[in-house]
């Protein structure tokens, strides 16, 4: 069981902001920006360089929710950024795809 499906499970306490029967979101425990969010498949994939074409609608799901979510949470207009790492390199840690919603301030480009 990965860390996120104990979230979903809720054997592990989380801020959780928003709910569905495909997705759940909750304050990330490190946040980095004011606002930051990660949204979280119920079903797991475990990143996003191995999603089927059957999770298509679920990923498409999976930003649509964040858009929402940072409207929500009032970043939608002064901005927000939208962050999925895969893989070593990209500083994943938790093998459950999550879509990072970070929001409250300006982010850099690029990122370090
Ligand atoms: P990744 O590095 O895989 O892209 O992102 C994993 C994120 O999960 C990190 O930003 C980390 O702070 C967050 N995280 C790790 N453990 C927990 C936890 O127990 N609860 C919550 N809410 N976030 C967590």
Known sequence: ????QK?????IP?????EDD???AFRDISPKAPVHILVVPKRVIPRVAESLPADMELLGHLLFTAGQ???SEG???SGFRLVINNGPDGGETVPHLHVHLL???PMAW???
């Open 1 to 4: 069981m990965t860390l996120f």
């Open 7 to 11: 979230i979903i499970a809720r054997e």
């Open 14 to 18: 989380a801020d959780i902001v928003f």
């Open 22 to 24: 495909l997705c759940l």
């Open 69 to 71: 979510i940072a409207r």
């Open 75 to 77: 970043v939608a207009d």
């Open 103 to 105: 929001g409250g301030r």
């Open 110 to 112: 690029p990122p370090g």
